[in-house]
C-alpha cells in the first residue's frame, strides 16, 4: 500500500527558509489530494496547506498565506512545501497527509494516509 515520508526539515532562523518534501510509494499517490500539517509539543494538530491531485487547486491556512506555497510533482511522485520568512511560531514536527477522495480541505479527520513527519526548529 502507499507510504508517505517527509523530509526537509531543519534548524534555521528566523526568516529563513526551507522546504519540505512528501515522498510516496505506489501508482494511487498522483490521484489523492495531499495536506501538511504541524503539531507541536502539548499542541492540537493544525492545517498548513493543502494540494489537490492535478495541483490546480491549493488552500491554505491563514497564518501561512504569502510565507508558504504547496506544490506537486507527479512523475516522482512528491508533493513539496515551500516555507519562506519562517517565524518561531512555525516550529512543529509537520506531516504530509494524502485524502483519497481529492478533496482539499482542512480537518485533519478527512485524510487517509499520513507520514511519519519532519522536525522543523525556527530559532530567533
Known amino acids: 500500500q502507499v507510504q508517505l515520508v517527509e523530509s526537509g526539515g531543519g534548524l534555521v532562523q528566523a526568516g529563513g527558509s526551507l522546504r519540505l518534501s512528501c515522498a510516496a510509494s505506489?501508482?494511487?499517490?498522483?490521484?489523492?489530494?495531499v495536506g501538511w500539517f504541524r503539531q507541536a509539543p502539548g499542541k492540537e494538530r493544525e492545517f498548513v496547506a493543502a494540494?489537490?491531485?492535478?495541483?490546480?487547486?491549493?488552500y491554505y491556512a491563514d497564518s501561512v498565506k504569502g510565507r508558504f506555497t504547496i506544490f506537486r510533482d507527479n512523475a516522482k511522485p512528491t508533493v513539496y512545501l515551500q516555507m519562506n520568512n519562517l517565524k518561531a511560531a512555525d516550529t512543529a514536527v509537520y506531516y504530509c497527509?494524502?485524502?483519497?477522495?481529492?478533496?482539499?480541505?482542512?480537518?485533519?479527520?478527512?485524510?487517509?494516509?499520513w507520514g511519519q513527519g519532519t522536525q522543523v526548529t525556527v530559532s530567533s
Open positions: 497527509a494524502a485524502n483519497y477522495r481529492d478533496i482539499v480541505v482542512a480537518p485533519s479527520t478527512q485524510y487517509d494516509l
Open positions: 505506489g501508482r494511487a499517490f498522483s490521484g489523492y489530494a
Open positions: 494540494i489537490s491531485k492535478n495541483g490546480r487547486s491549493t
